[in-house]
């Protein structure tokens, strides 16, 4: 019997190499003649390059590392992948929420810049074909840091803005000009990697939907929505269209806009196209059962998320899932209703938030055992 093991990050707490590894030895342990295969997932945010890596250097892509300025302006570090003139590169990496703090959060003062330091550096290299996975950022600032570091301008309250621009600067921009970016650009096809379907403003846009978790109060929340909506018209008028609408532009803070805005960038479905990369319908249709999951398995795991998207293939081909998370946040009949048989949170075993994620690899192990022990006969 064959078991595939596919697992998203548990945010904060294990990679979804980690992941599937703790879920893996708990089942080994109780069926050791069992075969486990292990597939880290990812749907396009943080956690994307440690999901290809493998497939990638299979296919000749070399790694780079790449100096870059974080979120708060402190250095940081930005993998990318190169083969000829296709470079595969993350935005976590360069501004993603886990590199700030939980204390120092905040969606007003944080900046996409290092992103595009990063998209800078692939250029330099000769590429002409990005693919940028978007997701798991820190920033609410519409794209407009890596904008600013591919070379556009930009004016704030008449004055040109030297240093990058954040979140609690979009309410105040006046202009830009955007030539030397687009020259930079000219012949560069840019391919944004989505985890998520969400619009730029509005109740489903960046800003009410995942400022919260980047540091926003209430009330910060409606200036920098404001600020949001005072930008996109600035945008929409400079380029004579408007994206806010479109399907993954609230993606990252903006940055789908942004992308979509700047470089042309043509959006893609994050889940989707790791699984193809990774040739997860093979490794599924072999296999007995699905076991997937993530930190937080809740209503926005069903707007794309990548679990939520091998769910749904495991269903096309009749194959049993059980999901393993850290917190479920949907109630038994959605579970029934999405086709999901047995579902298991650390949360419900452990003390407390805190103990739950500082022993994650733990609690994942135990579940593991405890579903193999009734589930494999």
Known sequence: MRILVAMDSFKGSLTAAEACRAVAA???RARPEVEVAQLPISDGGDGLLMALSGALSERGYEKHRVSVQGPLGEPAQAELWIDG???????????GLTLVAREKRSASRT????????????????????????GGSATNDLGLGAMQALGCRFQKQGRALEFPVTGADLAELTALNDDVLRERLRGVQVTAIADVTNPLLGERGATRVFGPQKGGSFDELSVLEEGMQRAARLLA??????VSKRVGAGAAGGMGAALMWFTRA?????AQTVLDLLDFDRHLAASRFLITGEGCFDSQSQSGKAPWTAIGRALEQKVPVALFCGALRLSEKSLQQAG????????SKACNEEEAMQKAASYLEQLAFRWAVQAIK
Not at 111 to 134: D, R
Request: aromatic share 10%; hydrophobic share 45%; charged share 10%.
């Open 111 to 134: 900046t996409s810049f290092g992103l595009g330091q990063a998209m800078g550096f692939a250029l330099q290299q000769g590429c002409t074909e990005l693919f940028v996975g978007l």
């Open 26 to 28: 708990g089942i080994v």
């Open 85 to 95: 003139k296709t470079c595969i590169m993350e935005m976590a990496q360069a501004c």
């Open 266 to 270: 043509r959006m893609q479905n994050g």
């Open 237 to 242: 008028s400079h380029f004579g269209f408007d």
């Open 340 to 347: 999901i048989g047995q579902a298991y949170d650390i949360l």
